[in-house]
């Protein structure tokens, strides 16, 4: 497996921002200047009604050092911030963004405030093992459809493959959902590339660490 990209890496802090600001002493307008300075967001709310935590109050293109972050968006019970660096350094840019905050402008933190960490990691690699060879029962069924098709459109001859893979559980098992874990063809790309999308719910690290024992695992097949 060879990485392509790091399309998405997004670190969820489950905290209150109500409770950063609890006598809401902190204008929130002063702390947008302060958050635009120190980070140079280019887009970053100005109406009354961006200040709308149900919707999600979003800050986007933005830099620290040689950080570059996507977005953050403030929502009423957590803060997510993208980079697509990894989720490790989006989750620390988000830890030190608040410890300066409490420290500079008067919020108020500390880190047992987190409730939670949650993640999203999106990625493009290569890889030469089909998904195809995940199962002989895949193998008979692809090489069925081609058969198949080939006496409906005798003209045609197409090689049928599995083109994604879906590993997720029961979403009503709990409340808040988690996303799922997926492996497809990345889209409007010839397979003869053997380029590949996949999302998952976890750190970056983890992510591609199941995606290069998945494919250890179906190149032994």
């Excluded at 019970?77 to 988000?94: F, M």
């Excluded at 895949?138 to 459809?145: G, N, P, T």
């Excluded at 959902?177 to 889209?187: D, K, V």
Aim: contains cysteine; glycine residues 4%; hydrophobic residues 40%.
């Amino acid at each position: 497996m060879e990485l392509a990209s790091i399309l998405l890496a997004r670190a969820l802090a489950w905290i209150e921002p109500a409770e950063l600001n609890p006598t809401g002493k902190v204008f929130y307008p002063d702390l947008v200047a302060a958050l635009v300075t120190r980070y140079n967001f280019q887009k970053f709310p100005q109406k009354v009604e961006d200040f709308d935590e149900t919707k999600g109050i979003t800050f986007g293109t933005g830099k620290l050092g040689r950080s570059v972050i996507e977005q953050v968006i403030i929502y009423t019970y957590g803060i997510l911030l993208d980079t697509r660096t990894s989720t490790q350094e989006s989750k620390r840019l988000l830890e030190e963004a608040l410890q300066w905050a409490s420290k500079d402008l008067g919020l108020v933190y500390k880190p047992s405030m987190i409730k939670r960490w949650q993640y999203t990691s999106q990625v493009t690699f290569s890889s030469e093992c089909a998904l195809t060879n995940a199962s002989p029962a895949i193998q008979r069924l692809a090489k069925s459809m081609r058969e198949n098709i080939a006496q409906v459109l005798p003209s045609e001859n197409l090689d049928y493959e599995l083109t994604g893979l879906l590993v997720d559980y029961d979403q009503l098992a709990r409340k808040h959902p988690l996303g799922q874990f997926s492996i497809q063809r990345r889209e409007n790309t010839p397979f003869s590339e053997n380029k590949y999308f996949s999302d998952a719910p976890l750190p970056t690290d983890v992510h591609l660490k199941l995606l290069e024992q998945f494919e250890a695992d179906i190149s032994t097949k």
